[in-house]
């Protein structure tokens, strides 16, 4: 596997694969990779001949007082792991790479609307600070598909609205969360929680089973849906942020005539916030 750390060396390596008649996917990471990351470069791998992987912790996207400082940087293992599944290229750019100017001053990327709701409103700019960067990944890179996470379902369509309002000539694929034996989501803070916060934590997706459980049976009573899955998740010592049932299709409230549904959670269980979501269709 090669690896590179700036924009020449990556824009090289894929133009040369491109001049060959190689197709390029992409997988942009923040690092501290665990089998979740790793699942989408084997599935990169089903859809083109050459995997690029970007490890990149971004302070855009990070608020004041988050954890970007202490955020977990693990270059080494990952590149090892990257390198064991077969990926092509490793693009680890340092921060003055991607934003060689002030950050003040930094030129920025905005998907309007459903960047300001459930993540966005408790995590104000978060969502210009991810468009931005892979909107910049993506002119870096230059691949022709990107693969992302669907745990991070409200990102996914940040990412797929830019993609489609910019005219970017890249595929967006999204991938099924991968989750612990528990049903917990991997996340790349999970290791911030305590052994018994880390007990507790797969009740988190056990209530969104559950709440898609009471539509499949016929509830429709949604804000009384969202009340009780809240209040049983503050029981148990989560900080709930959002419990929230959406269309698939944008995230606006559902309404008489939905069908296809997303259930979306985010909580803090002591010190990191986990994010999770069930999207289901009801026939």
């Excluded at 996207?61 to 990926?87: H, I, K, M, V, W």
């Excluded at 993540?119 to 969502?127: D, I, L, Q, T, V």
């Excluded at 049903?183 to 209530?207: C, D, I, V």
Aim: contains cysteine; glycine residues 6%.
């Amino acid at each position: 596997m090669k690896r590179v750390q700036t924009v020449a060396g990556v824009r090289e390596q894929v133009a040369k694969w491109h001049r060959d008649g190689l197709r390029v996917a992409f997988v942009p990471t923040m690092g501290n990779l665990h089998d979740g990351h790793l699942a989408l470069v084997d599935a990169a791998f089903r859809h083109a001949e050459r995997v690029v992987v970007s490890i990149f912790v971004n302070p855009l996207q990070f608020g004041q007082g988050e954890d970007f400082d202490s955020y977990p940087r693990t270059l080494e293992e990952d590149s090892r792991a990257l390198a064991a599944r077969d990926a092509s290229l490793l693009f680890a750019p340092a921060v003055e790479e991607m934003y060689p100017r002030p950050q003040s001053l930094q030129t920025r990327v905005e998907v309007p609307g459903i960047s300001d709701i459930l993540c966005g409103a408790s995590r104000p700019g978060h969502f210009v600070g991810v468009a931005t960067v892979v909107c910049k990944l993506f002119n870096m890179v230059q691949p022709d598909v990107a693969l992302f996470g669907e745990k991070d379902y409200q990102q996914l369509m940040v990412i797929r609205l830019m993609v489609s309002d910019l005219a970017l000539p890249v595929e967006i694929v999204g991938c099924p969360t991968v989750r612990e034996s528990d049903g917990l989501a991997m996340s790349s803070r999970n290791g911030y929680m305590t052994a018994n916060e880390r007990r507790k934590a797969p009740q988190l997706h056990a209530m969104l089973e559950e709440t898609r459980t009471a539509m499949q049976q016929g509830e429709r009573d949604y804000a009384a849906l969202e009340a009780r899955a809240t209040g049983v998740l503050a029981s148990a010592g989560f900080n709930v942020d959002y419990f929230s049932i959406r269309q698939a299709r944008d995230l606006s409230p559902p309404d008489d005539e939905t069908r296809d549904f997303v259930i979306l959670a985010a909580a803090k269980l002591g010190t990191p916030r986990l994010i999770d979501n069930i999207a289901f269709s009801l026939d």
